[in-house]
């Protein structure tokens, strides 16, 4: 049962605020982290911004990661974070492996703190080691959350657009900077 429960989302791009925009059709109340959106952004996405991580894992009951991996991006989700999160809580991760810190997730997986988590992406792939694998608290997939005939033609789309506007002296728009 998701309506009423409080959902973050940490990075509100493209693929982030396409999220928000599903969890508020299920009725949730939508937090956001993103360092790079302003105040009238978020309010234009009826979410409403947090200001450090620390701030929106201790108010969300769910928490989605939609952001590259970067420097400073790797090791975001560490047991500190986890550690603020409510009990009972659940993380989902679609976005990159070493966005959250693996160990830190078991840890509270196991022990109950988090209700569950569900993972499309690990730090090494295929995920294969024990541990997070093999518990029942964890839902897990091969890396295939876009591995649709939709998401694959859009993608196909989205790098021929960028492809064109950078041949044209433009910025591409799905250009990522780090």
Partial sequence: ????????????????????????????SVFVYDPFISDERAAAMGV????????????????TIHVP??????????????????????????????IVNEDALYDACKSGHLRAAALDVFEEEPALAPGLTELDTVVVTPHIAS???EAR?????????NVIK??????PPNRITG
Avoid: W
Wanted: charged fraction near 20%; proline fraction near 0%; include cysteine.
């Fill in 153 to 161: 033609e859009a993608m196909s789309t989205i790098a021929a657009e």
């Fill in 1 to 28: 049962e998701l309506t009423g429960k409080k959902a973050g989302v940490i990075g509100a791009g493209n693929i982030g605020a396409i999220v928000c925009d599903r969890l508020k059709g299920l009725h949730m």
């Fill in 69 to 98: 991996l970067l420097d400073a991006t790797r090791n975001l989700i560490n047991a500190d974070i986890i550690g603020r999160m409510k009990k009972g809580s659940i993380i989902v991760n679609c976005a990159r492996g070493g």
């Fill in 48 to 63: 409403t911004k947090m200001e450090t991580v620390a701030e929106l894992a201790e108010t969300v009951d769910i928490l």
């Fill in 147 to 149: 591995a649709t005939v």
């Fill in 166 to 171: 950078h041949l044209a002296g433009q910025v």
